[in-house]
């Protein structure tokens, strides 16, 4: 780490290490910022925010939304973290392997797991945003992933080695940034568990109280591995804690992916320059477009189920055709059972409105599963990229 680029600001301070490298332990939140300079952004952010809440509202389901957006999230969270470049998956492809779309589920998988695990936590036993929800999220997002991706490496633990960020090998040596030593970093944790409980939270504008704490949770880096991931989780998280959405809509991955390098350098400015006003400004304006991207998503699922309508009522004649349909935009996932209930019909007639669905290719039957359960794969990918 270039001590040298940081300037006498008041953003931390920089403590020996046991190694040759000095590390940067931030200052606790808040900082001193100006928010008469942000008053239009944050309107921005919000207005952004409030459209896509009236948005999900035009779905006869809003929950419909959150597991497409959460595995996109999932999907584009996960490739940030940098091992699994593009090539990389040119490189499984060719050797015939079809570790790349495994890894993915996994991933998608962990991370619908940690968020609704969290969310519990929160919901259900009424616990506040602290340690013990934030290493829960962590356990379960790195469970079961390859070695190379953070698995067992302390999972759900916070740091006890010294961490580095950005650096060409291993080591803190040529690290980009060096945050706090462990000791330090389990200091600066309870600060902003603090800071984040605090009583009078609700003087801070919430979208700005999310940028900074992703920016204290991403400087700490209190993992020794995942801290993107389980930081960006935290924004959703937050976003439903302090009651901006009922269901997690927001997630900023998918526009962080195409923002990364200016993501990170922001990040690492307000640690030299004390550039605060700068990282929020990027931040509020990550949150409009992510808020934006995610009403197109809300648009797609109203234009697929009117295609599925008429696709359906041109193909067959059965009543019950249609009904399913919009029962799979309630829930894209079913069983003959499901069905039987929903119409008050026989297993036969359940049965065969499902293969109706089939042979104009919404549903589709997943294997090994007891009993049978048929899901409707365009609809849960809806907010994937092309
Ligand atoms: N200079 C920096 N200051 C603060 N945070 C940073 C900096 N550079 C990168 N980050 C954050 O660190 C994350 C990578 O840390 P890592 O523990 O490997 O998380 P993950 O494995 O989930 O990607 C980035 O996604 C970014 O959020
Ligand atoms: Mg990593």
Not at 153 to 158: A, F, L, S, T, V
Not at 200 to 214: G, M, Q, W
Not at 293 to 312: A, F
Request: charged share 25%.
């Amino acid at each position: 780490m270039d001590v040298s680029l940081f300037g006498p600001f008041k953003t931390g301070e920089l403590v020996d290490t046991p190694y040759s490298v000095k590390a940067f332990v931030p200052y606790p939140l808040p900082p001193e910022i100006d928010l008469a300079k942000l008053i239009v952004p944050l309107q921005n952010a919000r207005d952004a925010i409030a459209e896509l809440r009236g948005a999900s509202r035009r779905l006869s389901n809003p929950n419909i939304l959150v597991r497409p957006l959460q595995r996109r999230e999932a999907l584009t969270s996960s490739a940030m973290e940098g091992t699994f470049t593009t090539d990389d998956d040119l490189l499984i492809a060719d050797a015939g392997m079809d570790e790349a779309s495994d890894q993915a589920s996994i991933e998608v998988r962990n991370y619908l797991r940690a968020l609704s695990s969290a969310l519990a936590l929160l919901q259900q036993d009424g616990l506040p945003i602290c340690h013990k929800v934030i290493r829960n999220a962590h356990a379960i997002l790195l469970s079961g992933v390859g070695s190379h991706r953070g698995a067992n490496r302390n999972r759900g633990e916070y740091k006890t080695d010294q961490n580095a960020i950005g650096g060409q090998r291993r080591g803190t040596e040529n690290a980009r940034f060096v945050p706090p030593p462990p000791a330090q970093a389990q200091i600066c944790m309870d600060q902003l568990e603090a800071y984040i409980n605090r009583p009078n939270r609700d003087e801070t504008p919430i979208l700005i109280d999310l940028a900074l704490v992703h920016y204290q949770m991403e400087t700490i880096h209190p993992f020794s591995d995942g801290n993107g991931r389980v930081g960006r989780m935290l924004i959703s998280l937050m976003a439903v804690e302090r009651g901006l959405f009922d269901t997690p809509l927001l997630y900023v991955s998918p526009e962080l992916e195409g923002r990364k390098d200016q993501y990170i350098d922001l990040m690492l400015a307000v640690s030299t320059h004390g550039a605060w006003h700068e990282w929020i400004l990027f931040f509020l304006n990550v949150v409009e477009e992510s808020a934006k991207g995610s009403i197109k998503v809300v648009d797609k699922l109203i234009n697929l189920q009117e295609t599925y309508r008429s696709r359906v009522t041109q193909a067959t004649k059965a009543a019950n055709a249609v009904g399913l349909v919009d029962m799979l935009f309630d829930t894209p996932l079913v069983t003959v059972r499901n069905v039987q209930d929903a119409f008050s019909v026989t297993y036969r007639a359940a049965r065969s409105t499902i293969d109706k669905l089939i042979e104009q290719n919404i549903l589709v039957e997943v294997g090994s599963y007891h009993p049978t359960v048929f899901i409707a794969p365009e609809i849960l990918r809806v907010a994937d990229r092309e």
